[in-house]
């Protein structure tokens, strides 16, 4: 039996069973890719000269595809959402895919923030373990603004890719 560490899976049993296949998949083939996001305090690999690991690319992209539009470009927040470069000094792996995964609400008589759920949107899920990897490099100050220079796509990970996204 295999394992997804970091209780993965008990957040996804929200989600419908064929994308829930689907993302398994994608985090045990992502075991073997490149770093876990869940089992090392630097999900990340950034060289001397600054090219990440194309697990962490492959986040700055999916970032930017669907987080940035409230979050601010690099992970620095707007009037709408927080700073994930901020918040990602103190959340945990957990925590974050727990937010991920089933949203989050923030209601007072002075703010009303929400948090849309992205438990059943692929292009967040199959990557998720990426765009944490990102971020977190991020908040540790080790990754600066912009694209980064990134190591070429590993064929493992287009293959996981493929079964998740389909």
Not at 90 to 114: E, H, L, P
Request: net charge positive; glycine share 8%; aromatic share 10%.
């Amino acid at each position: 039996m295999i394992m997804i560490p970091g209780g993965f899976e008990r957040y996804l049993r929200r989600v419908d069973a064929a994308l829930f296949a689907a993302v398994a998949a994608t985090a045990i083939s992502a075991a073997t890719v490149g770093p876990s996001a869940h089992a090392e305090d630097k999900p990340y690999k950034i060289e001397k000269d600054g090219t990440v690991d194309w697990s962490t690319f492959s986040g700055y992209r999916r970032y930017h595809s669907e987080c940035h539009v409230c979050h601010g470009p690099d992970a620095l927040g707007s009037s709408f959402a927080p700073a994930l470069a901020n918040s990602l000094k103190t959340m945990t792996y957990d925590q974050f895919i727990d937010v991920v995964v089933n949203g989050r609400k923030n209601v007072s008589a002075s703010s009303d923030k929400v948090m849309p759920s992205f438990g059943t949107n692929r292009n967040v899920m199959c990557f998720i373990n990426d765009i944490y990897a990102y971020l977190k490099a991020r908040a540790d100050g080790v990754l600066p603004r912009g694209r980064p220079k990134h190591e070429p796509k590993p064929k493992a990970a287009q293959e996981a890719e493929d079964a998740c996204m389909g």
